[in-house]
């Protein structure tokens, strides 16, 4: 069965440029989560999507980190002028509507902002 | 705000070794508690979870008891294997609330 699908797995970008990384959730999950984890951290909330809006958006950093999901299934985070402190591995994990605390992860997307 | 503390890694044990990796947590209410493991190559994954005080996860020989006295939730394993070599994060959900909160990890080696 289909994962969570993060695209692309590598993205290398110079400073100031814009990124956008996709996420696919497993098909029927309403929740969808952003993270984002550096070298040797936790991952680290970004936003929160119930359906197609953002419940939550208190843990991303400033206005250059957008996220959108449209229709309710895959998102899209944006990232304008992208700094050097950008790079990181994002996450993307979705989970079912009744909410049990077990998050599906994709692999990843590996930013680099050189 | 809520907080998980982790034991540093990295952790290097001989295959058959008794395992413990440190979790303490700061959060108000009653948080559920997980352990998440990432594998090489792969997402991170839940291991197991507890939500409630005395409550005892446990999933692949791991277990983890939610101690609401001492704010822990340590994992630990009777005898590991090579194949549980992984990353190992663990994480809160406060009460209400739907994001985790995640510990730093701990990286665990197994050798043969």
């Known amino acids: 069965g289909a994962g969570v699908s993060q695209t692309p797995s590598n993205k290398v970008t110079e400073k100031g440029k814009y990124v956008e990384l996709r996420c696919d959730p497993i098909s029927g999950h309403t929740a969808l989560y952003w993270y984002r984890q550096s070298l040797g951290q936790g991952p680290e909330f970004l936003i929160y999507f119930q359906g197609t809006g953002a419940a939550d958006d208190s843990g991303l950093p400033n206005d250059r980190f957008f996220a959108v999901r449209p229709e309710g299934s895959v998102s899209t985070l944006k990232i304008q002028r992208t700094e050097r402190g950008d790079s990181a591995v994002y996450l993307c994990?979705?989970?079912?509507?009744?909410?049990?605390?077990?998050?599906?992860f994709g692999e990843g997307s590996r930013l680099t902002v050189l | 705000g809520d907080s998980v503390t982790q034991m540093e890694g990295p952790v290097t044990l001989s295959e058959e070794a008794c395992l413990t990796i440190n979790c303490t947590y700061t959060a108000t209410g009653y948080p559920s508690l997980f352990w998440y493991v990432q594998y090489p190559g792969e997402g991170l994954q839940l291991l197991l979870k507890a939500t409630k005080a005395d409550d005892k996860g446990s999933n692949k020989g791991f277990e983890a008891t939610y101690r609401k006295e001492t704010t822990s939730f340590h994992l630990e394993k009777g005898s590991v294997q090579v194949s549980d070599s992984a990353v190992y994060f663990c994480?809160?959900?406060?009460?209400?609330?739907?994001?985790?909160?995640f510990g730093q990890g701990t990286r665990l080696t197994i050798n043969p």
């Open positions: 994990a979705s989970s079912e509507t009744r909410n049990t605390g077990e998050l599906f």
């Open positions: 994480a809160l959900r406060s009460q209400g609330a739907q994001k985790l909160v």
